[in-house]
């Protein structure tokens, strides 16, 4: 199974020893919102789940993605 870790590391293009709970996407080099949308995008086919508006907003860091898989019950 993916990992939100393997899904930051294609969609950004990361070394994936620079995804800590502290990481906020935009500042990655690789951000803008053509690449947060295919994180979204990432996220829902890889997890077979359909985010919100509101989920989708506040997806801007890793642990703020993390909480927002844990209450769909998905480990990321």
Same mark, same amino acid.
């Given at each position: 199974?993916?990992?939100?870790?393997?899904? %930051?590391?294609? %969609?950004?293009?990361?070394?994936?020893?620079?995804?800590?709970?502290?990481?906020?996407?935009?500042?990655?080099?690789?951000?803008?919102?053509?690449?947060?949308?295919?994180?979204?995008?990432?996220?829902?086919?890889?997890?077979? %789940?359909?985010?919100?508006?509101?989920?989708?907003?506040?997806?801007?860091?890793?642990?703020?993605?993390?909480? %927002?898989?844990?209450?769909?019950?998905?480990?990321?």
């Amino acid at each position: 199974m993916t990992s939100l870790k393997e899904i %930051i590391v294609d %969609i950004f293009n990361v070394n994936s020893a620079l995804i800590w709970d502290d990481l906020v996407f935009k500042n990655l080099e690789s951000w803008d919102s053509l690449s947060h949308m295919n994180f979204v995008a990432a996220i829902e086919k890889t997890f077979h %789940i359909e985010l919100t508006a509101a989920e989708i907003i506040a997806m801007q860091s890793y642990q703020e993605t993390k909480h %927002i898989l844990q209450k769909k019950g998905i480990g990321a």
